[in-house]
């Protein structure tokens, strides 16, 4: 409300300034020639300087000055000559054309593109009162660190945060960061080395290879550097080996370890005849059962609240806000390209160009799922 | 002389000082144009080698070397021919396997394309337009350019 | 919802262009002094809205406010201030927002300090401004509005791309725009002048203040702008002939021409139509200018704004101003009474040869700019035009004005005396040649054009300052009598002095460091030596950091002469996070007017990195020469005669004059 009397105020202040000249008592105008005169006697005075300066001589400055004369009389034959006579109307043509441009063209405009629905948002202000935008968090611990570069701590807790986001660079920076503080741990090798190997998409890097034997060597019984290691012999091909290492594995682990399946999948995808296209690259999947070798699996009851979302998605498509949920939960459990077909799905109800398309890719741009394709 | 042959005079010479003008400014053409070419171009059109050519494309991915000094050879490519170049000094800071390139400079006999000025794409959304719309037209899909913006 | 507020101003301020367009018109045409006096109200409201408008935005980039899509898309919250600040202009739509504004101003300018000009002539030159002011306002709210929001906000926003965020990008748009935009009055007054089919004598001295402000920002702005391209882009060029930096060179070389040819329109009357299209051609091309930058039609390390839809809607600006322009001239010209006769050899015919090179060697740049934009339109083939076109073309057709700039001032109105003043200048040149002669003994080699290019920089130096000389007498006179003189010198003269002594010392800059440059491209290790400019640099190895927005590495140099060690130079490599881009931050050192650039190319396997070095003799005296021929602007601006004319003065003048008769 407060917002609208502003832009009456605002509206009105404009009208007034531009109506009151209209309103003031017109009068004769002058025609031009007086300013001519101005001129030429200045052109004479500065004749005089010039000539008493001895920057030119006598003969050229009378010249001149015979020249400057001749239009200055003529100059003041026109000054006099000139007036216009007064119109005295009351331009109320003038005043109706003020008084309905202003607010017609200016609403009209405005409310073709304007949100007079959003409030300002300044980021300081968002950053004291987050709420539950989970990007605001992440963007407030951020700007700590980015005072406090040397706090340890702080990027150990952003890293983990940073992959359930999808934002695996940045991940792979703060693990990189907290290891460089905190010192080497499996924990930050590892965590660096997997958002690496999600960013190759699924492929065990030499650089992911090298933190995992790191990893290994502060900790040789860490389950997960070795899956990986074993997963790495796997997809350079040399089976025997990788057989051995996930053997080795499975034998060092007690019997009701939540990995034991994953591990023995490979094995028996190794042992089998034919090279079972399975047993390459890990699906997502097998990325998080992986994970779950150093945490607890929490996923569960969400990807059930999940699924019964997209059900009710599925009935009812015309919910921008479930879609936005929705696709912010499957990348929270990394679930990307369910992510993305769910962005697909949603888009086609709510077209890129609309203000509720827009919305979508913004947070898709913000979650980093790729729409390049979806988009068109 | 009369005002008049005066007058015609002045015209004269300033007409005359605008054909000059003109002249060098089609001999600075003649001189100095480079056409622009994606390989592809290079092997149906006969280019001959020394010509001054701008050579557009994407730097072949795995095709950067880098030789004696700051010399370095790389492969443009438009994904239906590919050429060999060699590039004698510092390249941008764009330069990147896979991204779209502009190189300036003439082709030798044996087919390597020397260049003298190497451009890379400017920014992340920016790829230099010659570029973009050949490779477009020949129906090469872009990597990383924004389609949403 | 201030930000709503901003965007509700921004379309009330072009409702209010419209009305400073339309009614004043009326007045004109009426004879109606109320309507006439709206213009300069409109104009002032105007301004406000357009400004608080501005203030909004800038605002809304101060506070990271990500819900405004123009925020997110270029700028981030880690940024240092200045460049949140900077930002505002530093994309497509906030650029325009800046036309926008400095456009809003010099109307409000006109308001304010036009109340000496005729009051038709006034209300013309705002209803002119308001129709420009109009169609950009259009542009902005239709195809580029900076105040479009985004629900849900993002947390961060994308960053302002790395190689402008520069203290140079900083002002460099702005200063440009005053320039550009500054050329839209003498256009305004041009149109005014052809609607009401007469121009009074005073004309040139109204529109000569602000063209001649116009033209010092616009050669600000194009120095900064080539300042910032040596030290930012790393590649050590200062002038590219790219077409971005035509766009803004064509407007000023027109503007050049028509702050010359305007001297002989106030002072013989002469030059009047000329003067006039000049006007309009000199807008045409910063208008065009803008198209060229604004639209991406052009393949350009630095054009950053590519959509069809905003090119075709300035093109139509373009042609509605242009075509509009020069239809109205072409039906008025011929009311307009030519002036003043003169000789050939004159101080007019001295400017009108300047006229005549100056808008050539502009067609010269526009050519070689549009051409291949026109081919590629008309037959699809591609070519591109390079520095070897422009340096040859332009290069050659500067030479004779050059030769000729130092005799202009020597020569007197209406006849002079060609030996005369040729004679006078014996000295000057006699210096410059000495000069040469001198640097060609201590530099032993070297390009022998260069040395006639030395000599012809000094020339001019001194032959402007032979101008002086002359006019304060000095030996000729007693040495108390001359300095009365000399301080009695109007400004102007001062000012043209100035403004032709940069062009020497400028000239001397650009050949030196064209024809005497080494470069060396080295693959260096830590402890490894090159040698430059007399200098010999050690590299010592590198150094990781950390900045707000980016992390770099930084090279260190040891420089040392004969053994000793003098200073030292960082050069770095930067990264910039958001958006994971490369940059280049050469270290330069300064010596004298020289200077020593080192910049950083790729690191090779073995600890090794690829070093390009540069040494730049008096490369400094391109940018001086610039700033003085800026302060030549300025002086002559401060000159009081320009100021004749000022109501006050008119009126109480006038009686005198019906006295006297």
């Known amino acids: 409300m407060l917002f609208w009397i502003l832009v009456a105020i605002l509206t009105a202040a404009v009208a007034v300034a531009l109506i009151l000249p209209l309103l003031r008592r017109t009068e004769t105008v002058a025609a031009g020639g007086s300013h001519d005169v101005a001129v030429y006697r200045d052109q004479l005075e500065e004749l005089k300087r010039d000539e008493a300066a001895g920057l030119i001589g006598s003969g050229e400055a009378e010249i001149a000055r015979a020249e400057v004369a001749r239009r200055l009389i003529a100059a003041t034959r026109n000054a006099d000559t000139g007036t216009i006579d007064p119109a005295g109307r009351r331009n109320r043509l003038a005043q109706a054309v003020v008084i309905l441009l202003l607010p017609a063209l200016g609403l009209c405009l405005y409310l073709a593109t304007g949100r007079p629905d959003l409030p300002s948002q300044p980021l300081a202000q968002r950053l004291a009162d987050p709420g539950n935008d989970v990007s605001i968090l992440i963007a407030k611990a951020e700007n700590h660190l980015a005072r406090n570069p040397g706090d340890g701590a702080g990027w150990e807790v952003l890293a983990p945060i940073y992959v359930r986001n999808g934002r695996l660079e940045d991940a792979v920076n703060a693990y990189a960061q907290a290891a460089r503080l905190l010192g080497a741990s499996p924990e930050r090798l590892d965590g660096r080395a997997e958002a690496l190997i999600m960013l190759a998409d699924g492929i065990v890097t030499d650089e992911a290879r090298k933190l995992f034997e790191q990893s290994v060597s502060l900790a040789p019984d860490n389950p997960r550097a070795r899956y990986y290691l074993a997963l790495a012999l796997e997809q350079e091909g040399d089976r025997d080996a990788a057989r051995a290492a996930y053997e080795a594995l499975a034998k060092g682990s007690p019997a009701d370890a939540p990995w034991l399946s994953l591990v023995n999948r490979h094995i028996a995808g190794l042992s089998g005849e034919t090279a079972d296209t399975a047993a390459g690259n890990p699906t997502a999947a097998d990325i998080a059962a992986a994970q779950d070798m150093s945490t607890e699996d929490r996923g569960q009851m969400i990807a059930g609240m999940v699924e019964s979302l997209a059900a009710k998605l599925a009935d009812d498509p015309a919910d921008l806000e479930g879609w936005q949920r929705l696709i912010r939960s499957y990348v929270v459990l990394d679930q990307r390209p369910q992510a993305q077909a769910a962005l697909r799905t949603a888009l086609k109800r709510f077209p890129a160009e609309s203000q509720n398309g827009r919305t979508l890719l913004a947070l898709a741009r913000d979650l980093s799922i790729p729409v390049e394709d979806v988009g068109q | 002389m009369t005002r008049k042959q005066k007058r015609l005079v002045v015209i004269g010479g300033g007409v005359a000082f605008l054909l000059a003008a003109v002249l060098l400014v089609m001999f600075a053409f003649s001189q100095s144009i480079a056409y622009f070419y994606v390989p592809g171009d290079l092997q149906t059109e006969n280019v001959a080698p020394g010509t001054r050519i701008r050579l557009g494309g994407l730097v072949e991915a795995g095709s950067v070397r880098r030789g004696e000094g700051s010399t370095i050879t790389f492969t443009v490519t438009d994904t239906l021919a590919t050429v060999p170049v060699t590039y004698t000094g510092i390249l941008p800071d764009l330069f990147r396997e896979g991204q779209g390139v502009v190189a300036e400079g003439a082709l030798g006999g044996d087919g390597l394309f020397v260049a003298d000025t190497v451009l890379a794409k400017h920014d992340e959304t920016y790829m230099p337009k010659d570029v973009a719309d050949r490779l477009e037209a020949q129906g090469v899909q872009l990597s990383g350019k924004e389609t949403i913006k | ?661």
Request: glycine residues 10%.
């Open chain 3, 1 to 661: 919802m201030i930000i709503e507020l901003g965007h509700y101003a921004l379309v009330l301020a072009l409702a209010t262009t419209i009305i400073q367009c339309l009614l004043p018109l009326a007045g004109t045409l009426r004879n109606d002094r109320a309507l006439m006096a709206v213009a300069p109200a409109a104009a002032l409201a105007g301004f406000l809205l357009v400004l608080f408008s501005f203030c909004v935005l800038t605002f809304a980039y101060v506070v990271s406010d990500f819900s405004v899509v123009n925020v997110w898309e270029n700028s981030h919250s880690l940024k240092p201030m200045i460049y949140k600040i900077s930002g505002v202009w530093g994309n497509h739509e906030g650029s325009m927002m800046l036309w926008l504004l400095i456009l809003a101003i010099f109307s409000a300018l006109v308001a304010v300090f036009g109340s000496n000009l005729p009051e038709r002539l006034r209300a013309n030159v705002l209803a002119v401004q308001g129709l420009i002011s109009t169609a950009f306002g259009l542009f902005i709210l239709l195809t580029s509005n900076p105040f479009l929001r985004l629900s849900p906000a993002p947390a961060e926003g994308r960053d302002l791309n790395p190689v402008l965020q520069d203290i140079g990008l900083a002002i460099h748009p702005p200063l440009l725009y005053l320039g550009y935009v500054g050329f839209s009055l003498c256009f305004s007054f041009a149109i005014a002048a052809l609607i009401d089919g007469r121009i009074d004598a005073a004309w040139a001295r109204w529109v000569r203040p602000w063209a001649l402000a116009a033209w010092s920002f616009l050669t600000a702005g194009i120095a900064m702008g080539s300042y910032w391209a040596y030290y930012e882009l790393g590649w050590g060029g200062w002038w590219f002939w790219d077409p971005v930096e035509n766009a803004s060179f064509i407007p000023w070389l027109a503007g050049t021409a028509l702050l010359h040819s305007a001297i002989v329109m106030e002072k013989r009357e002469a030059l009047k139509i000329w003067t006039v299209l000049l006007a309009i051609l000199t807008f045409s091309m910063s208008l065009l200018g803008t198209f060229l930058v604004r639209s991406g039609v052009l393949t350009s390390v630095h054009a950053f704004a590519t959509d069809p839809t905003r090119g075709i809607f300035i093109l139509g600006i373009l042609v509605f101003f242009i075509g509009g322009a020069l239809s109205l001239f072409a039906f008025r010209a011929t009311t307009l009474k030519a002036g003043g006769l003169f000789q050939p050899i004159s101080r007019e015919g001295a400017l009108v040869l300047n006229n005549l090179i100056l808008t050539t060697a502009a067609a010269t740049v526009l050519t070689g700019t549009l051409y291949p934009l026109m081919l590629e339109a008309v037959t699809g083939e591609k070519i591109s035009v390079g520095p070897p076109f422009f340096n040859l073309t332009f290069g050659l057709l500067m030479i004779p004005l050059l030769l000729a700039v130092p005799f202009g001032p020597l020569l007197a109105w209406k006849r002079g005396d060609l030996l005369a003043a040729g004679q006078r200048l014996f000295a000057a040149a006699g210096i410059g040649l000495t000069v040469a002669a001198i640097a060609l003994y201590i530099e032993r080699g070297g390009p022998i054009m260069a040395y006639f290019g030395i000599a012809t920089g000094v020339y001019l130096i001194v032959g402007a300052l032979t101008d002086l000389w002359l006019r304060a007498g000095i030996g000729k006179v007693a040495p108390s009598v001359a300095w009365r003189r000399f301080k009695g010198l109007p400004g102007s003269a001062f000012g043209t002095a100035l403004a032709h002594l940069g062009v020497g010392v400028m000239l001397v800059g650009i050949v030196a460091v064209t024809a005497f440059e080494t470069e060396h491209v080295v693959e260096m290790k830590p402890g490894m030596q090159v040698e430059a400019g007399g200098f010999v640099l050690t590299y010592d190895g590198m150094r990781s950091g950390q900045g707000p927005n980016y992390s770099e590495d930084s090279a260190h140099f040891t420089v040392a002469r004969g053994g000793v060690a003098v200073t030292e130079i960082w050069s770095s490599k930067r990264m910039y996070t958001a958006r994971r881009m490369p940059t280049t931050e050469a270290g330069i050192r300064t010596f004298g007017l020289s200077q020593l650039y080192v910049s950083l190319g790729d690191e090779m396997t073995g600890g090794g990195i690829v070093v390009r070095v540069w040494w730049k003799p008096m490369i400094l005296c391109i940018w001086f020469g610039a700033l003085i021929m800026m302060a030549g602007g300025t002086v002559s601006l401060c000159d009081r005669r320009l100021r004749v004319g000022a109501p006050q003065k008119a009126r109480r003048m006038k009686p005198a004059v019906e006295a006297a008769e």
